[in-house]
């Protein structure tokens, strides 16, 4: 069963960086898409970033050239930098896992999938002066 363990949050100051990583274990990543999500206490959660099982990025409209996704095959993780930090920034941020290709849109596409059925438990981002 593929298990997800998120890891790299903390407590940055505005305009800082970050590196998120997700690992994946008990399959390998290239049979899923994989997707960064936040969420803040009170507010919906948010759809960053996403990369498909054939490794094509995609990124929410929400973002603004602030995030990268990428990902390590041999490591099996995804990563999410995120640039410039602000204190909106501030959530528990997510990755989750969804089967293989998109059912309606073929692998070149992940945005907004509902099939997610894999989440890890969360990292921490705290962006505070």
């Known amino acids: 069963q593929l298990q997800l363990v998120e890891s790299g949050g903390g407590l940055v100051q505005p305009g800082g960086s970050l590196r998120l990583s997700c690992a994946a274990s008990?399959?390998?990543?290239?049979?899923?898409?994989i997707g960064w999500f936040r969420q803040a206490p009170g507010k919906e959660r948010e759809e960053i970033s996403c990369i498909t099982s054939s490794g094509k990025t995609n990124y929410g409209g929400s973002v603004k050239g602030r995030f990268l996704i990428s990902r390590d095959i041999a490591r099996n993780t995804v990563d999410l930098q995120i640039f410039g930090l602000k204190p909106e920034d501030t959530a528990v941020y997510y990755c989750a896992a969804a089967p293989g290709a998109d059912p309606s849109y073929g692998d070149g596409y992940c945005l907004g999938r509902n099939d997610f059925g894999s989440w890890g438990q969360g990292t921490q981002v705290t962006v505070s002066s």
């Open positions: 008990g399959a390998t990543l290239d049979a899923y898409a």
